[in-house]
């Protein structure tokens, strides 16, 4: 990056209103691109910090559906839950906005309309499935059916999760709803695309040659295959009434596509944030932008995102997107659905005046180039050994020497020749290492690897501790106060430059050496130029620090980390009980005798009903090989009619027949109940027709 710019905009990923925030988002998106924010506001650059909620989607309006409420109201509560936890985390955004906003369907509207004038998108009408009941047309993901590739029947419409085969929606055989479970309709309708396969060559310019040597190697190893794949146009419409309506006549029922509308959003909070002054976030070639985002986002913002911004023509394009992987927690991948995560909230809750504590174990294992593991060992470990024991200790030390032998004052450096010549090259070697130390975290602060830079940055305390250990001052000070208040001096330039140096990363602890340190205006002064050049952070002799310094941080106790464990353990539990079909305990012994007096064949289904006022109940008619005949079989709650017709299962044939709701059954198709509570069929593994006796 040899380029100048004039300002930066730092864009972290839109969080989806549609439940709280777990530490995996926080070390994926919003601490790096905290702590980047903070590093360039402290070297007095021009930036700005923009998120929001991203509030549009199948996702939210199903999520409402689910708890009965409304769209709006579904946003609202998680809009408000994650606003309400960034800033009692502390994460520094300059605007925290929202996709439901007025102006951000202005927004989205106006960049549609300027494509579309362009004559660049493509309309189509194509068939695409209804559920009648629910009357909205589904998303790929809200279709399961049987795959074609592997015969998984509960493949989705976007891809079988079995065998990972990639799907349209009309390849799945019986398909039906997720939302309603009922079987959907091929309806008519018309869409508007973008076409991205236009913007291929473009994109290989740009991208694959222009961000070959600048970019994450995980980010551009990704966006190189998603290339390569081959682009094709995506629909950027949808057919539904929550989300930001599609601003042509005759598009009534149609809003953008979420996905379309999203990274907009981040130009909408900026027209929020900066009024009429915005464009130049946007639109000046000398702006830098830069999106923060974990890598299930890649994609999006590497591609699809910069390919709309092309199209449109008048904004300036992502410089850097420093994406990062996954984190998982304790040795599993974080889960929403089986609650396996660390809620911010909770740990806020749990953990009061412990935001720094967080932040720095979340950025001393990010997931910077591959996953991540947090655990609790791993956080207490870190927080006692390194916080507690390297940084906390040498502050404590410092003013605790300082009090004793100088009354608080800051001590001058005396002059030369009051000191020895060993004690002179000992400060020569820490300064050179310090200088090492800090320029190594500036650089690495600049290419977002915030892990090293957290490292460079717990180095300087490291040498600080060195500092005190090579020149023990509580062994010198009767004998020769000059040498230690030279030592006590240089000591102290070090607290001082770690109250500088740890701001972007902890804060709350920069804030509070400053505090201790009495540090004024001194400070402001030198932190500029130690942001700027460099330069260690010189205190005002003749000062007082405080008299009564407190500790940075304190150890965390062991019962803290088994209350989370145990919280975790309970979770999985539950989540476990749940899933879990009780074992019945075992039947009564019979011989073989009695087993081979049951007659147990494959059959395959003719056809299949409902059973009127029953729910439970389908009514199939079986060719069992010897005969057809009706069976009856309680499984109309996971199996639709339609679904059945042509399947093989296996059922007793000589079971005395049964009368049920009016309808005699004659057999009993056998099945087993999965953990979910799902029930599934019995089949032979292989060919094996009607007729064909179990044995
Ligand atoms: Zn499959």
């Known amino acids: 990056m040899s380029k100048k710019f004039k300002r930066t905009t730092v864009t972290a990923a839109l969080p989806y209103a549609n439940g709280p925030l777990h530490i995996g988002h926080i070390a994926g998106a ?27 989607g199948v996702a939210i309006q199903i999520g409402a559906r689910k708890e009965g409420v409304t769209p709006r109201a579904f946003v609202d509560k998680y809009h408000e839950l994650m606003k309400q936890t960034f800033r009692s985390f502390g994460i520094s955004f300059d605007i925290y906005s929202r996709t439901s906003k007025p102006i951000h369907y202005q927004t989205a509207q106006d960049f549609f309309t300027n494509i579309y004038r362009k004559g660049i998108l493509r309309e189509e009408t194509s068939e695409q499935y209804f559920d009648e009941q629910e009357g909205i047309f589904l998303a790929d993901r809200y279709i399961v059916g049987t795959c074609p590739v592997c015969g998984y029947e509960r493949a989705y419409g976007d891809q079988c999760e079995k065998c990972g085969s990639s799907l349209s929606p009309k390849q799945l055989l019986n398909p039906r709803s997720a939302v309603s479970g009922k079987a959907p309709v091929l309806r008519p309708t018309r869409h508007w695309y973008f076409p991205l396969d236009e913007f291929e060559s473009w994109l290989r310019e740009w991208l694959l040659k222009g961000h070959a040597h600048d970019w994450k190697t995980n980010v551009y190893g990704q966006c190189k295959s998603w290339i ?30 979420v996905w379309f509308d999203a990274p907009i959003g981040y130009i909408s909070a900026t027209r929020e944030l900066k009024g009429d002054d915005w464009e130049k976030y946007w639109k000046d070639p000398e702006t830098r932008l830069i999106h923060f985002i974990g890598k299930d986002n890649i994609v999006f913002h590497c591609i699809i995102f910069p390919a709309m911004l092309k199209a449109e023509g008048s904004f300036i394009l992502p410089d850097n997107v420093p994406a990062n992987e996954f984190l998982n927690l304790e040795g599993d991948k974080i889960s929403t659905s089986r609650n396996h995560a660390v809620w911010l909230h909770e740990y806020l809750n749990d953990f009061p005046g412990r935001r720094d504590e967080l932040r720095y174990v979340l950025t001393s294992i990010a997931p910077e180039t591959k996953d991540a593991d947090f655990t609790w060992k791993d956080y207490q470990q870190r927080v006692n050994s390194e916080l507690v ?86 062994k010198r000070h009767a004998e020769n106060e000059a040498e230690s208040a030279f030592i006590l001096n240089r000591a102290l330039c070090i607290t001082a430059t770690l109250a500088v ?24 002064a ?30 965390v106790p062991d019962e803290d980390i088994e209350k989370q464990l145990a919280k975790l353990r309970k979770k999985d539990t539950a989540m476990q009980q749940n899933n879990h079909v009780s074992i019945k305990p075992a039947k009564e012994q019979v011989t073989i005798d009695d087993f081979l007096k049951l007659d147990i064949r494959v059959g395959k289904v003719l056809t299949a009903e409902r059973v009127e006022k029953s729910n439970k109940l389908l009514k199939l008619l079986v060719d069992t090989g010897l005969d057809q005949r009706i069976i009856l079989s309680g499984i109309a709650q996971h199996f639709a009619p339609e679904e059945m017709v042509g399947k093989t299962v296996t059922l007793v044939v000589n079971l005395a027949p049964r009368k049920m709701m009016g309808i005699e059954s004659q057999g009993m198709i056998l099945t087993a109940e999965g953990p979910d509570g799902k029930l599934y069929l019995l089949r032979p593994d292989g060919e094996a027709g009607p007729g064909a006796m179990i044995s």
């Open 30 to 56: 919003y601490l790096p691109s905290d702590i980047y924010v903070r590093y360039l506001r402290l070297k007095g650059e021009d930036v700005i910090y923009v998120c929001g909620s991203d509030e549009h």
């Open 526 to 555: 030198k932190a500029a130029d130690f942001w700027k050049s460099g330069e260690l952070v010189v205190p005002e002799q003749g000062t007082s620090v405080q008299q009564k310094p407190q500790l940075l941080f304190l150890p």
């Open 228 to 257: 390569e794949q081959g682009l094709q146009a995506r629909s950027i419409t949808r057919d539904m009434d929550w989300g930001v309506p599609v601003p042509l006549p005759d598009a009534e029922g149609k809003v953008l596509y």
């Open 389 to 474: 024991g390297i940084l906390g200790n040498f502050v404590n030390r410092v003013l605790v020497l300082t009090g004793k032998y100088f009354n608080h004052a800051i001590p001058a450096l005396g002059h030369a020749g009051a000191i020895s010549v060993r004690l002179e090259n000992t400060w020569q070697d820490i300064n050179t290492e310090l200088n090492r130390s800090i320029a190594a975290m500036l650089a690495a602060l600049d290419e977002f690897r915030f892990r090293e830079a957290q490292f460079q940055m717990m180095n300087i305390a490291r040498l600080g501790n060195k500092w005190l250990a090579d020149t023990e001052p509580w």
């Open 501 to 524: 140096a740890c701001e972007p990363f902890l804060p709350d602890t920069a804030a509070k050496i400053r505090e201790q340190l009495n540090a004024g205006k001194w400070l402001e």
